[in-house]
């Protein structure tokens, strides 16, 4: 017991003399990084392979350059339904064989439509992968937009649309989003609305289908244990591409019903430019307090990241421990940004009980003001680094993981980016950009704050997709 004792004192003694020296790491796993291949097609697709062979399982995605900010106004939502019309049947399967024919091997499908985008992905083993591929390229290149499916898909993104107007959440985001960015279309709903989802028949579809789907608005992304002949295949299955069609005019309802979405945004947009109150029957305060942001290309992208990181990004951050940890005043709080192709926006989010949001905010506006006066210390900085490296080294793992970072690098970036270009970055953002930024981004008398709290239910406010995935499996 005296030798177990005396072995565990040293023990301690050597981690506490070691805890704040810096230990040599092996940087090559990431530093080292093989970057996915790359192919134009002959259609004008392009096609990136990253070959895992360790890899148990090989996953499959097709990724559409364009998504809802992308849309007319007419057409608010298209991209979302074509999303789950893609999934109810094609000239040779119904709905039902296709959904069977993914289950028969074990294959994993999932598709989600965000403000930039729209991709549909499938995992299956390598074993199966000649059968996944042939039905996820017929699925979403010869879709039947059968009329009444059609039909009865409208009333199934209706009641998603409802559902996320239940979601206070979801509400007080879309309200938010649409105040942040105003005039931009990146402030519409991804699922668009009742009236215009419901203006979607077969022809506007297969027109808008053949748009989107155009070969040079195709990234096909493809990671995993690839065996010989899998590039070929995919090659061949996404080469060529589709015959245009005119897209039909709008109808006077559509019209009618982009006027009223539009109005109704406009109507949120109240007295205060700087405050949103939403209320509906509910018991919690929900609340939104932020800002315009980047975009992924902005140079000051990674500064805002530590930014939001450092206020509210894990359980030391700055808010998550005034708000919850010292005063108790919520459950979840937590900042986030939102960047896409040419803007952003940042955030605080989270809810309370509505008797504690006016000390909520007051809690909010010191840590954001302290942060202006104070600076950041070395410490705190070195910090956050080391978290969102270790968060974006982690990232490599996974076959999935491979695949989605491939093809957001092509649609966002036009080049694969290395982690290690990241990592660099990260380490060469100092103090003086963040505190400039900081002043600019994250000044509390510049952000607009948006509650959604119990009340009579107005009406106010539209669903959103929160563009994280919709997952129609």
């Keep these: 017991m005296a030798v177990a004792a005396a072995v565990t004192a040293t023990a301690v003694v050597a981690v506490a003399a070691g805890a704040g020296r810096k230990l040599p790491m092996n940087l090559d796993p990431y530093r080292n990084e093989t970057p996915p291949r790359r192919e134009d097609l002959p259609g004008g697709a392009v096609m990136l392979t990253a070959p895992l062979p360790s890899a148990t399982a090989v996953t499959l995605g097709v990724w559409l350059r364009r998504g809802s900010q992308d849309e007319e106004p007419y057409l608010g939502g298209v991209s979302h339904f074509l999303e789950h019309m893609v999934f109810k049947g094609t000239r040779r399967r119904s709905a039902f064989e296709l959904a069977a024919g993914f289950d028969a091997i074990g294959a994993a499908v999932d598709a989600f439509t965000t403000k930039d985008l729209v991709a549909f992905t499938v995992k299956v083993l390598p074993e199966y992968f000649e059968t996944a591929s042939g039905l996820l390229a017929e699925m979403l290149l010869e879709p039947a937009f059968a009329p009444d499916l059609t039909l009865l898909e409208q009333d199934v993104v209706c009641e998603e649309?409802?559902?996320?107007?239940?979601?206070?959440?979801?509400?007080?985001?879309?309200?938010?989003?649409?105040?942040?960015?105003?005039?931009?279309?990146?402030?519409?709903?991804?699922?668009?609305?009742?009236?215009?989802?419901?203006?979607?028949?077969?022809?506007?579809?297969?027109?808008?289908?053949?748009?989107?789907?155009?070969?040079?608005?195709?990234?096909?992304?493809?990671?995993?244990?690839?065996?010989?002949?899998?590039?070929?295949?995919?090659?061949?299955?996404?080469?060529?591409?589709?015959?245009?069609?005119?897209?039909?005019?709008?109808?006077?309802?559509?019209?009618?019903?982009?006027?009223?979405?539009?109005?109704?945004?406009?109507?949120?947009?109240?007295?205060?430019?700087?405050?949103?109150?939403?209320?509906?029957?509910?018991?919690?305060?929900?609340?939104?307090?932020?800002?315009?942001?980047?975009?992924?290309?902005?140079?000051?992208?990674?500064?805002?990241?530590?930014?939001?990181?450092?206020?509210?990004?894990?359980?030391?951050?700055?808010?998550?421990?005034?708000?919850?940890?010292?005063?108790?005043?919520?459950?979840?709080?937590?900042?986030?940004?939102?960047?896409?192709r040419d803007t952003g926006l940042v955030s605080c989010s989270g809810s309370c009980s509505p008797e504690k949001l006016p000390r909520l905010e007051e809690v909010l506006r010191h840590e954001y003001r302290r942060l202006l006066s104070d600076g950041i210390p070395a410490a705190e900085l070195d910090s956050n680094k080391a978290q969102l490296k270790s968060q974006l080294i982690f990232s490599l793992d996974g076959v999935s993981n491979q695949m989605y970072r491939a093809a957001r690098n092509e649609i966002y970036y036009g080049r694969f980016v290395p982690v290690a270009e990241l990592v660099d970055g990260i380490d060469r953002v100092d103090g003086d950009q963040l505190m400039r930024c900081a002043a600019t981004w994250f000044d509390p008398d510049r952000m607009v704050i948006a509650v959604h709290g119990p009340g009579e239910d107005l009406g106010e406010g539209d669903g959103e997709d929160d563009g994280d995935g919709d997952g129609d499996d």
């Design 161 to 340: 649309i409802q559902e996320a107007l239940d979601t206070p959440e979801d509400r007080l985001h879309d309200a938010f989003a649409a105040r942040i960015y105003g005039d931009h279309p990146r402030g519409r709903p991804i699922l668009g609305t009742p009236d215009l989802v419901r203006s979607f028949g077969p022809d506007v579809l297969r027109a808008h289908h053949a748009r989107l789907f155009a070969p040079a608005n195709l990234v096909v992304s493809l990671a995993g244990n690839l065996a010989p002949g899998f590039e070929a295949r995919v090659a061949g299955l996404f080469t060529g591409g589709l015959a245009p069609q005119p897209v039909p005019p709008p109808s006077a309802a559509a019209l009618a019903a982009a006027r009223e979405a539009a109005s109704a945004v406009d109507a949120r947009a109240g007295a205060d430019p700087l405050r949103l109150e939403l209320t509906s029957p509910i018991l919690q305060a929900y609340f939104e307090v932020g800002n315009v942001g980047v975009s992924f290309a902005h140079p000051d992208r990674l500064a805002i990241y530590l930014l939001v990181n450092l206020l509210g990004g894990g359980m030391s951050s700055r808010v998550f421990q005034a708000v919850r940890e010292r005063e108790g005043l919520a459950y979840t709080v937590y900042n986030y940004h939102d960047m896409g």
